[in-house]
């Protein structure tokens, strides 16, 4: 089968820790498939590469794999006209798609997040005529919806669409809600690269990142949080919750593992509330290393007021870590109380204290006993869905005709 990938949240070389996941399921799927990805870059990130000379690049993220990616510059209006941002997205890579293509038309589009991303996607199939299916990452079904004019177009996407993919049962439930016939929408637990993310070697990993990184060498307890720095991630929560945890004279170092616009305010939180020495700010790390930080880490924590089903968490219980997490989103089913616990969202304290309880606890223990679900096992679920699907779209209807006419 040959299925065509269509979503801006794709690595590439200078990117590498941009949606691995997607990176993950298109690796697995073209062991089995022919697999061919379109993911734009907006234009504000684009022209700048431009203007030097450089280009987008895939070869290093996608070795070993015969998978072929493009990179067009996505158009758009920013800050106006979001509702729309679905046809610029489409416009935008309709060429790439038609030039990626050429060789071996689609059987399935694939995308991830229903606006833009999903709606380029379905114009994408409609235009060879094919069935298309897109993942839902969270905030696009829990945030998104609420715009006005833009939550419409994502309801649209989400009916329109084939098969809905969702990584956990509260998002299908959530996307029910929306309209969408439940008989469309399926729940595909995302996997784990189970080379990188195991729980062996874990004192080897704290000597290696301990070279690096001084203060991971010591004897206090390492916390880890794993992301984009950005609002929604609450890591003013969480400098709040470490600094009640010094008050309890707790020793630590919380790792900070990523970067983004936040990154700033959050350094200066550190600095006001005295942190300096307990909070390590480590950057965003390739893909590769990230093992090591979870196998390092004594707890792993998660501060959010709005997930899905962060596949960080599981990426930690696969290498024997526990976590602590606010309680949102679909993080409850995966939270067995026996290496992991909940606690409200925008509670400091509340986490500190669920911080300490693991610290003091089994959870460890009990973590190493978790058993991962692989990225191939979640790529034969979707390649399946596209295999037994009876529907496909009456390609004389479709909005834009797509030929090897690239000139």
């Avoid at 792993?300 to 960080?312: D, I, M």
């Amino acid at each position: 089968m040959n299925i065509l990938f269509l979503s801006t949240v794709f690595p590439d070389d200078a990117e590498p820790s941009r949606g691995t996941y997607n990176l993950e399921l298109c690796r697995a799927l073209a062991e089995d498939h022919d697999v061919r990805v379109v993911s734009p870059r907006g234009w504000t990130e684009a022209l700048p590469r431009t203007f030097t000379g450089r280009k987008y690049h895939s070869e290093k993220v996608l070795r070993d794999t015969n998978i072929r990616a493009a990179y067009p510059t996505y158009w758009y209006p920013p800050r106006f006209c979001r509702e729309q941002y679905g046809d610029f997205l489409w416009r935008s890579s309709r060429r790439a798609v038609r030039e990626l293509c050429c060789d071996a038309t689609p059987d399935a589009v694939l995308s991830y997040w229903a606006h833009p991303d999903g709606e380029a996607g379905l114009h994408a199939a409609r235009a060879h005529g094919v069935p298309s299916a897109v993942i839902v990452g969270g905030s696009d079904v829990l945030l998104l919806p609420r715009c006005p004019n833009r939550g419409e177009r994502v309801r649209r996407v989400l009916t329109e669409s084939d098969a809905v993919i969702t990584v956990s049962d509260g998002l299908r439930e959530k996307v029910i809600q929306l309209g969408v016939d439940a008989g469309q929408v399926h729940t595909v637990i995302q996997g784990i690269n189970t080379k990188q993310f195991h729980n062996t070697d874990r004192a080897a990993a704290r000597a290696r990142l301990a070279q690096q990184h001084a203060p991971v060498g010591q004897k206090q307890a390492i916390l880890l949080w794993v992301g984009r720095m950005v609002e929604v991630k609450r890591l003013d929560v969480l400098i709040n919750a470490v600094s009640a945890l010094k008050e309890r004279e707790r020793d630590f170092v919380l790792c900070l593992v990523g970067d983004g616009p936040l990154r700033s305010a959050t350094e200066s939180l550190v600095k006001e509330r005295g942190l300096v020495h307990h909070v390590l700010f480590a950057g965003a790390v390739p893909p590769v290393s990230l093992g090591d930080w979870y196998r390092t880490a004594d707890v792993t924590v998660l501060s959010s007021e709005s997930e899905g089903l962060p596949n960080v968490l599981r990426e930690s219980l696969a290498c024997g870590t526990p976590f602590v997490s606010t309680n949102v989103g679909s993080i409850a089913e995966i939270a067995d109380e026996r290496y992991a616990v909940l606690v409200p969202p925008n509670d400091a304290h509340a986490l500190a204290s669920g911080i300490d309880e693991v610290l003091k606890g089994t959870h460890a223990v009990h973590a190493r006993e978790y058993v991962p679900r692989t990225w191939e096992e979640m790529a034969e679920d979707v390649a399946n869905l596209f295999q037994q699907s009876d529907t496909r779209p009456d390609s004389a209807n479709a909005r834009e005709g797509v030929t090897c006419d690239v000139g």
